[in-house]
């Protein structure tokens, strides 16, 4: 049961959340001659000047009254190089009017991250655009600069709250805190998503505290997990009550008693065993056998759970595919094994149902005697003959009227009176 407990807890585990792909270029604009200076005639003929085209040129499009001038502009001013394109970027990512241009100025400046875009990335944290929100989200995290940190705190506890969409925005902030180290700030970000919460952000907080809070002195990780006991994010919860456990501090069992009689009964088994773990310490040791044993199962139940917990989602696969291929291999052996007893258990009682060498003996000898006695019968039924003792007809005795045998002389002068 432990190692398939092992290979269900992959699915229940938070992992990182997934990024954000990037968008397709938008579609190249078309003109003809009449419609002269206008918009899209500038874009084609920029277009079409490929590297030769002009920065300003591009950078004045990107402010276009139509979307797809512009998201197309910012695309190809992405493409060029050079200070004066990064910086014409820059000011279109938070600038332009249209919403598709500003995600095409930020993508460009995720694919060539400079500390120059800090600022962008902070100014469009405040964008009225999810897409863009989250880009400048990535974008901090990709920066690394300590500075970084405050925006997003900001954007968490106090940004827009999305209730139709996943709130791509916050999970990108906390993957950037995490990639900022912001772990003291770890029950701020829990109280915010608890006190105002969005739409799919349990898995990225409860990954970034997977990944943070053992960072923490022991003191101020049990302070901090016995915070998030009561989070309404499930995943949060199952985290904290696995890492408490893992921990097995006494002082923490009295939380987690009060925890057992409010959780979920998905939950409740995890704050069983963590409660467990934690009351193991006050306990002496066990002197019954199979007490000791249980205590090692469940020792060794709870070590394999922890090592899960901290394993990286590469890792889990494996071991799941490992541990699935074991299964399967012990399934197919005691079906080997099972097939092998029940053909020996049919030949054993067929064994004992046969009969022996001796018995079959006795009856070849009595069905050769009875063929005999049968040969015989049928020789002396033919003719009246007699049988000889070899089995062959006995040469007819001629006998006188009383039946008495006659010697040959006797029979050849009776025939000889008989022809007179």
């Excluded at 007490?291 to 759970?305: F, K, S, W």
Aim: charged share 25%.
């Amino acid at each position: 049961m432990a190692l398939v407990e092992l290979c269900l807890l992959s699915l229940l585990s938070p992992q990182e959340p997934a990024p954000t792909t990037a968008p397709t270029p938008p579609a190249m604009a078309t003109a003809t001659p009449a419609d002269g200076d206008d918009e899209r005639t500038r874009l084609l003929a920029a277009e079409r000047a490929g590297a030769a085209a002009g920065v300003e040129e591009l950078a004045a499009l990107t402010q276009a009254s139509e979307p797809a001038v512009a998201a197309r502009a910012t695309w190809l001013l992405g493409r060029l190089e050079g200070p004066a394109a990064g910086e014409r970027l820059r000011e279109a990512a938070t600038t332009s009017p249209h919403a598709e241009a500003r995600r095409q100025a930020l993508h460009a400046l995720l694919q060539k991250p400079q500390v120059t875009a800090f600022a962008t990335g902070v100014t469009a944290l405040g964008d009225d655009d999810l897409e863009v929100r989250t880009l400048a989200a990535q974008l901090l995290g990709k920066l690394r600069r300590p500075a970084a940190v405050t925006p997003l705190m900001a954007l968490v506890e106090h940004g827009p709250r999305t209730t139709d969409r996943a709130a791509t925005d916050l999970q990108a902030a906390l993957c950037a805190l995490h990639d900022l180290g912001a772990k003291e700030h770890l029950l701020r970000l829990a109280t915010a998503l608890h006190d105002r919460p969005a739409k799919d952000v349990g898995q990225a907080l409860a990954w970034c505290f997977q990944q943070l809070s053992p960072q923490l002195d022991a003191t101020a990780q049990t302070t901090l997990l016995v915070a998030v006991l009561d989070h309404r994010e499930s995943l949060l919860r199952r985290y904290a009550i696995g890492r408490l456990g893992e921990l097995a501090v006494p002082t923490t069992a009295s939380a987690l008693e009060r925890r057992l009689a409010n959780e979920t009964a998905e939950l409740r088994p995890l704050v069983e065993v963590a409660l467990a773990q934690v009351r193991g310490l006050d306990t002496p040791p066990p002197t019954d056998e199979l007490e000791r044993a249980l205590a090692n199962a469940r020792g060794l139940a709870a070590a394999a759970r922890a090592r899960w917990e901290r394993m990286p989602p590469q890792d889990r696969l494996v071991a799941g595919a490992v541990a699935g291929a074991v299964l399967l291999l012990l399934v197919v052996i005691a079906r080997q094994l099972r097939r092998r007893a029940h053909a020996a258990a049919a030949a054993a009682t067929a064994a004992l149902v046969a009969p022996s060498e001796e018995h079959l003996e006795e009856l070849a000898a009595e069905a050769e005697a009875m063929a005999a006695a049968a040969e015989a019968e049928y020789y002396e039924d033919q003719d009246g003959g007699d049988v000889a003792e070899d089995g062959e007809p006995a040469e007819a005795v001629e006998t006188d009227g009383w039946g008495e045998p006659i010697d040959a002389a006797t029979a050849a002068e009776e025939a000889d009176l008989g022809r007179r």
